[in-house]
Each structure stands twice: as structure tokens, then as C-alpha cells.
């Protein structure tokens, strides 16, 4: 599934061409393609890109050779060349849908996968671009997405993210060397993001609670702070809670507004008795210190839940409804 037939020096062995032994190389690889065949193997995938030295025809030659079938890449790797830190996301963006619709130069053999990547570096502006470039070439063309990550830095993280702000359905997208990792807290992580972001159409479960409050106002602002989001609606009345990537986490709804009869009973305390406002937080640790900057009423924790394996801290809003921030399932 991520495979590469030869990689290059993009130019070096253009310039320097007795570095390359070009009929070796297809010798060695009509070997290795026939064993991968003895083995019940009947397709690869390439993901050779151009900053890998990507040399299609090379490629077709040993397809040519091959009883196995070869599925080849357009996008990026994390050693862009000169050209992508002049050029913005659509431009690049452009480039990988033509080499899945038209071809690889003038082959006329097109693309079926886009491979982009981070590593040590993280995500630097033109890693950035070729992440939204790679991205936006997944939704014109419906082509799956397959990454490259460091994952001792975790960076899988950072690309779901920036795909899942793009729109990309992450049902369609690879996650690369996750199995370099036995971290499970970041692999846990990554596997949950993926299910959450990715149940974007059909008969997706989206939960959207609402609570009543007293002072819709100041109550947006107390989640704001201490959950990291941001308002998604605004007033006196009624407000939308929303995360980072712009998703609904919490409604606030002032309690004589709007003649709702079945709010509940504002004379009845405490507020959401067997009701329990949970969040998961990505950054449960920065979560912790929010809510003790802001004075909180803190009921518990934080602590471990060896049923859960993962961290909590369980604390009273303004409203006195109760609240709890913890980390992934599987965090420890």
C-alpha cells in the first residue's frame, strides 16, 4: 500500500546520469515484482512523488514487465522543491488534479492517489500548502489521500486537522507510518478524530446538547475560555458553542426565551440532576490550567479513570451544571 519502485534526487541524476543504471534498476525490479507476485500480490501502490524523483516512465516500464498492477501518486513530499513555496494552494492544488485527470506528463497515465507529508519540521507554511493543496484535489476528484507523518511527533494530528477543515471526508485518508508508533494515546486519538470527523453525511449521530442558563452572555463566555472554542451564533437569547474547526459542541439557551415549556424548571435545583456535560479535549492538560486561571468550582480531579484509562476534571459551571473535561479514551 505505500511502496516505492525507486526513489531519486530530483535533477542529480538528470545532470549525472552515470549515477543512474536505468536497465539495473528495471532488472531488479522485474525480480522483485515477479516474487511479489509468487506471494499472491496482484497490486502496488507507488507513492513516489516529484520531490522523490518520480520517474513515470520508469515506472510504466516496469508495470509493462510486471504481472502486477501498479497504482502511481501525484502531490508532495516534505522536501518540496523551490517551485511550491512560490505558488499558492489552488496553483498547487491545480497540478494534482491534472495528473489525476490527464496524466503524468505526457504519458496519459493518471494519478489515482495524492501523497503529501510532514516530519520533523511539522507543518511549515508550504507544508501547510501542500496539505490544503492535496486536500482540495481530494475533493475535485474523489481520490483517496495518503500521508506521510513522523509519528514520534504525533504530526498525523496536524494533518487530520487541516483535512478536516478542508472538508475532506476522512474515511478517505491514510494516516502513513502509524504503526511506527506505539503511543496509543496518539494512535487512539487519531483513530477517534477520524470517526468523528469523518461521520459527515448520511445517517452521521451528530450530538448537539442544549442547556438552559440564566445569563446566555456570560455563560458563552465561562465555555469559551475553558473549553478553547469560540462563539458560533452570538446574543442575549441563545448561542452556539463551536470548536476550532468550527463544530457544535454546546447550546445556550436563556430559560424565558423563546416559550419553551419544556426546558425545565428553573426553581429546580441542581440544574441537570443524572446529566453529566461531557467533553473530550485534545489538550487535556491546557484544559486543566484554563479552568484553574479562571477560579472554577472544582469538584474532582483532575484524577484517572483506570476504566477508561484517561485522564478527567470534573467541575460546576456558573449555572451549576456539571462538567467534565477529560482526555481520549486509551490517553494512558
Known sequence: MHEHIVTRSPGVHENWPHLFDRPGILASAERKMADLHARGIRTIVDLTTVDLGRDIELIVDVARRARVQVIVAT????????YFFGHGVDEVADLFVRDITQGIGGTGVKAA???????????TPVIENILRASARAQKATGVPISTHTWAAG?????????FAQEGVDLRRVIIGHSGDSDDLGYLCRSRLALHRRAGQGGDAVKPQPLIAVGDVEASSRWYQRLLGGKSGHGGVEYEQIVDPAGKMVLQLHAWDAHEHPHLGDRGRRPYGNGVLLWFQLDDFAAAVVRAREMGV??????????????????VRDPDGYVVVLASAYGDL
Open 113 to 123: 492517489i495524492i501523497k503529501c507529508a510532514t516530519d520533523t519540521q511539522g507543518v
Open 75 to 82: 502531490g508532495v513530499w516534505w522536501m518540496p522543491q523551490r
Open 154 to 162: 504525533r504530526t498525523g494530528e496536524a494533518q487530520q486537522a487541516i
Open 297 to 314: 468550582t472544582i469538584l474532582e480531579g483532575p484524577r484517572v479513570n483506570p476504566n477508561a484509562n484517561h485522564r478527567e476534571l470534573w
